[in-house]
């Protein structure tokens, strides 16, 4: 099974890999890909691929710019 999502949000707390970033009351929209595998209908592993360097890139958190 594959989910392809968008996940929008706005920076206003800093958690997961955003952690011990400065807030920046930003306003975001990255894509996520999650695949699942699937045994006895149960999710057995998960993968994902998410655009962290693009979310950072959108609320102004990259270095350098």
Do not use: K, Y
């Not at 968008?6 to 695949?35: C, S």
């Not at 699937?38 to 609320?59: T, Y």
Request: proline fraction near 5%.
């Amino acid at each position: 099974m594959v989910i392809r999502a968008t996940m929008r949000g706005r920076h206003v707390g800093a958690a997961g890999p955003l952690a011990g970033l400065p807030v920046t009351n930003r306003e975001f929209a990255v894509q996520h890909i999650h695949t699942f595998r699937v045994s006895d209908g149960r999710i057995a592993e998960h993968w994902a691929c998410r655009d962290d360097l693009g979310q950072l890139g959108q609320l102004g958190l990259l270095p350098g710019r």
